[in-house]
């Protein structure tokens, strides 16, 4: 089994800064591409990040200059640094890992459980 643990959400001013993590554990052969998406109340969930094995990354228009992705391939890990917030991030924040477990097989996405990041004005 695979898990994603995000961590690091919560409550913060405008203008202020979070760092979300999202490390995943269990059976894994090879990540491919992590991102993070986000879901406000009433909107669909949108991308926000990802960053391929390489470590190419592309993000939202709304989220450049202010947000910034980056892993750890040793720890499996993806991080989100977030700066200069606003409230419309205001969100449930998710990853995801595209991954095999095992030699051979098609890469499958995982999720993780979401985080909650709250930004007042």
């Known amino acids: 089994q695979v898990q994603l643990v995000e961590s690091g959400g919560g409550l913060v001013q405008a203008g202020g800064s979070l760092r979300l993590s999202c490390a995943a554990s269990?059976?894994?052969?090879?990540?491919?591409?992590m991102g993070w998406y986000r879901q406000a109340p009433g909107k669909q969930r949108e991308l926000v990040a990802f960053?391929?094995?390489?470590?190419?990354?592309n993000s939202a228009d709304s989220v450049k200059g202010r947000f910034t992705i980056s892993r750890d391939n040793a720890k499996n890990t993806v991080y989100l640094q977030m700066n200069s917030l606003k409230p419309e991030d205001t969100a449930v924040y998710y990853c995801n890992a595209d991954l095999t477990t095992s030699p051979g097989l098609r890469p499958s996405r995982y999720w993780g459980q979401g985080t909650q990041v709250t930004v007042s004005s």
């Open positions: 960053i391929t094995s390489g470590g190419s990354t």
């Open positions: 269990g059976r894994i052969f090879m990540i491919n591409t």
